[in-house]
């Protein structure tokens, strides 16, 4: 088999197959050999793999070490994003979308009826959902204002920029876009950015008199893209015009914010949701629900039923209230907000958890145990029955495959327990390379498959191999045996640690002069600000401010016959008179034209690697 020089080196698709077939064949057929172990091993013989990807396990009737092999053959190949097994991956996403959509638009029509009196839901349900709307109300507190928003850039594309020029300087470079539902705000939002509305303006007064400007704003709709999920489907997400995505992500700061400090709603961390999974595998007294779609099952009127009425219409100025799905053209949409919209995450966090919270208190449950975390549940398995109906009752599907309430198996947030034991497999999602090999081999260790990890290192190249301790990454392979392989580099000057080398993916830099470069400093020294808050209390509720603004350090763009040639440059501050701002002027040395101050920004991806060493006293 060939193996590659290059960390980042893909092997070919049919080269990746052949090695995870080798690798699935020694989980599967090692001693003592088990029936349903057997049965797999055939059909990834026969290439069948669309049946591996279906192939599922009996937690009830199987024993943990045949789970342990079936799971960890099958993680190989079902989630591989290359991998055919005669699905229409694009087909298979829109169908869920539309399916989705249909669901919406059901709920949508049921609440309208409710609401005219020509409908009533059951009385135990009904009590839940005039619970949550409380709780609800309760978690997310009063609706901010626009300034107490960090309205920022998420990391990928936008209606004016393509992903693989998602880079910071390009985004504020390329103009204003926002969708129609916005265009009542939009001058709020830039008066909130001024550099911004500056860069783009079209006319612009500021003097001691006056202060206004003229910017002109594209209106675009929203535009549906996949993202690779697994074997048989892509995710479906939405690309947001400009402002849209920059109020979604400020607004979902804030809510984040506001709900961790809920217990059992910490949306930083999803340790809770994780061991309490361990406890309900062990105890069967919790449960573990998981949604279908779950963010594209959260419906328009669901929303406005359950959320106080000033938070509804400012997420629904946000949100892209139409968008275009392939094949289908332009959509007004039934849902409220999808993948991609930067507030669905902690939107669906809190009407899960209020659900839970309302049905746990319509049980007389006194002290419930409840976590949430995105659409992964932990609830009291009494709770279970009620609860699927009070989602039913607002369109969202409980994926019946993936929730367990009896029985010894649960999974949350990325861990599996079969009786309080770890069976979670680990995944291959792309081609192989040595990074995923160095991933794989790591991942195999610390799941306890010793003998298969270094089979895996055997496939790596000799000049690649890099050892080192758990906990640094996966830029090196993880032994037990690394401190006889460390270099003991300042004995003599008295130091007592060993150091290591590792890989480390570099991303791809984003070198060459934009317009937003002229702005660039301005942004991230409000990013940089806005990320350290301090509390302030107001009328008994906390808000945050931003602390005062600092220096960045930039680099000098000169433009030559070839493009763009940086040189490091001293720090600037805010308002200097080499801010950008002016015309271009040249170098009187060079000849070189100086057109302004950039900064290096990172596009999304990686495009090399170095190698670096870690010094380490924990050995």
């Known amino acids: 088999m060939r193996k590659c020089a290059h960390w980042l080196e893909p092997l070919s698709e049919g080269e ?42 009996d937690y009830e009737g199987w024993d943990i070490e045949t789970i342990r092999r079936v799971r960890q053959a099958t993680a190989l190949f079902s989630k591989l994003e290359f991998l055919e097994i005669g699905i229409d991956k694009e087909a298979a996403a829109i169908k869920s979308l539309l399916e989705a959509e249909a669901r919406c638009r059901e709920t949508n029509e049921l609440f309208r009826a409710y609401h005219d009196g020509k409908f009533c839901f059951p009385a135990d349900v009904s009590g839940v959902l005039y619970t949550a709307q409380l709780k609800i109300a309760q978690l997310l507190g009063p609706v901010p204002k626009l300034e107490e928003l960090g309205l920022r850039f998420g990391p990928g594309a936008t209606s004016l920029t393509k992903k693989r020029e998602a880079s910071v300087k390009r985004k504020l470079g390329k103009g204003v876009s926002c969708s129609e539902d916005l265009v009542p705000l939009a001058a709020k939002l830039l008066a909130e950015m001024p550099h911004l509305a500056r860069l783009h303006a079209s006319a612009w007064v500021d003097d001691d008199e006056e202060f206004w400007g003229s910017v002109p704003i594209v209106i675009h709709e929203g535009a549906v893209s996949f993202v690779p999920k697994n074997a048989k489907t892509h995710r479906t997400t939405e690309t947001q015009p400009t402002l849209n995505g920059m109020l979604q992500l400020g607004i979902g700061d804030l809510m984040s914010g506001r709900l961790s400090r809920v217990p059992g709603l910490n949306l930083r961390d999803q340790r809770l949701n994780q061991r309490l999974a361990r406890i309900g595998s062990l105890t069967n007294t919790l449960a573990t629900l998981d949604q279908k779609s779950a963010s594209n099952c959260i419906a328009v009127e669901a929303v406005r039923s359950l959320f106080p009425l000033e938070w509804f219409d400012l997420l629904s100025l946000a ?18 907000s999808g993948m991609g919209n930067g507030y669905t995450f902690p939107l669906q966090s809190c009407l899960f958890y209020s659900l839970c919270w309302a049905v746990a208190r319509q049980l007389g449950i006194r002290k419930p145990t409840i976590s949430v975390y995105g659409d992964d549940l932990v609830v009291d398995a009494e709770c279970v029955p009620l609860l699927v109906r009070a989602l039913d009752a607002v369109g969202l599907w409980v994926n019946t495959r993936k929730s367990y309430f009896t029985g010894k198996f649960r999974e949350s947030c990325g861990t599996d327990w079969v009786e309080g034991i770890d069976v979670r497999p680990v995944y291959v999602k792309e081609a192989l390379t040595p990074a995923v090999l160095f991933t794989l081999h790591n991942g195999l260790t610390r799941k306890g498959w010793e003998a298969e990890a270094e089979w895996v290192s055997h496939q790596i190249h000799p000049d690649l191999l890099l050892f080192g301790p758990d906990d640094y990454g996966d830029g090196h392979l993880i032994c037990k045996d690394w401190v006889d392989r460390a270099h003991r580099r300042g004995r003599h000057r008295g130091w007592a640690g060993l150091s290591f080398d590792t890989f480390s993916p570099s991303s791809k830099k984003d070198w060459t002069y934009h317009p937003g470069d002229r702005i660039l400093h301005t942004y991230a020294i409000y990013r940089r600000g806005s990320e350290r808050i301090v509390p302030r209390f107001e009328d008994d509720w906390i808000t945050t401010v931003a602390r005062s603004w600092g220096n960045c350090r930039f680099v000098r763009a000169w433009v030559t016959g070839h493009g763009s040639v940086e040189e490091p440059s001293l720090n600037l501050p805010f308002g200097s008179e080499d801010d950008s701002y002016g015309p271009p002027e040249v170098d009187p040395e060079t000849g070189l034209l100086w057109q302004g101050v950039t900064k290096v920004t990172s596009f999304p991806g990686v495009d090399g690697y170095v190698k670096r060493a870690i010094y380490t006293v924990n050995f």
Request: hydrophobic share 40%; charged share 30%; proline share 5%.
């Open 16 to 57: 990746t197959l052949d090695v995870l077939c080798a690798l699935a064949d020694r989980i599967l057929l090692k001693e003592p050999l088990k029936a349903p172990c057997q049965d797999l091993a055939r059909l990834l013989r026969k290439g069948d793999f669309a049946k591996v990807c279906d192939f599922e396990c």
């Open 319 to 336: 949100r892209c209230g139409k968008t275009k799905i392939p094949g289908k053209g332009s959509v007004t949409l039934e849902m409220f």
